[in-house]
């Protein structure tokens, strides 16, 4: 899934009016955010408690679309779903992010609520694509956990160019070359929130 898909369900132009930014901005903020969400849920389902609580949250967003305007997304559950998904490192997190110079002005505790459903909406369809393709007789390959490397652009080398691995490759400036020119230390946020530093 290239991560146009997510940008092409998420209201750029009313986030980037809600956050004060221009449409760029909120652009370079929801590519971001985004990666932040999945990276944190591809963390979540190594476990199969983790594993589990996705897919039954999963439940909740099946056939769920995009939105045209922020106030038709339920933040309040959005809230909820980062808090989940980040845990204990929800502050730190949002923090990290909000003072990027990558997304200057960028607010991620009013953004990462209006993704988060956004997000999950996509995974919960793609969950069920993969779900009755499989009753249909179809292989299948691995868990929540395969579904969601698969969304960040790693699994079955289908090679789908502009997956958002390489969103989040480009993003983490693609090895150690000092970040991608002011970009966001997305590897160092990533690293931290997932047990790299005790």
Sequence with gaps: MALDDIL????????????????????????????????????????????????NALKK???ASGAAKVDDI????????????????KTEVTKELTESKATPGIDFGKLLPILAPIVMGLIANANKDKTAKTDAGAESSGGIGDLIG????????????????????????????????????LGGILGGLFGGKK
């Design 74 to 89: 339920d933040q309040a559950d959005g809230d909820k779903i980062v808090a989940h998904i980040l845990g204990s490192k």
């Design 61 to 63: 967003h099946e056939g």
């Design 150 to 185: 698969g969304l960040l652009g790693g699994g079955s080398g289908s090679g789908s160019g502009g997956g958002i691995g390489d969103v989040i490759g480009g993003l983490l400036g693609g090895g150690k070359t000092g970040g991608s020119g002011g970009g966001i230390d």
């Design 8 to 55: 092409a369900q998420v209201p750029i132009d009313d986030i980037a009016e809600k956050l004060g930014v221009s449409r760029d901005e909120a652009r370079v903020a929801v590519e971001q955010g985004g990666a932040v969400l999945l990276g944190g849920l591809a963390k979540n389902a190594e476990t199969d408690e983790g594993s589990a609580a996705i897919q």
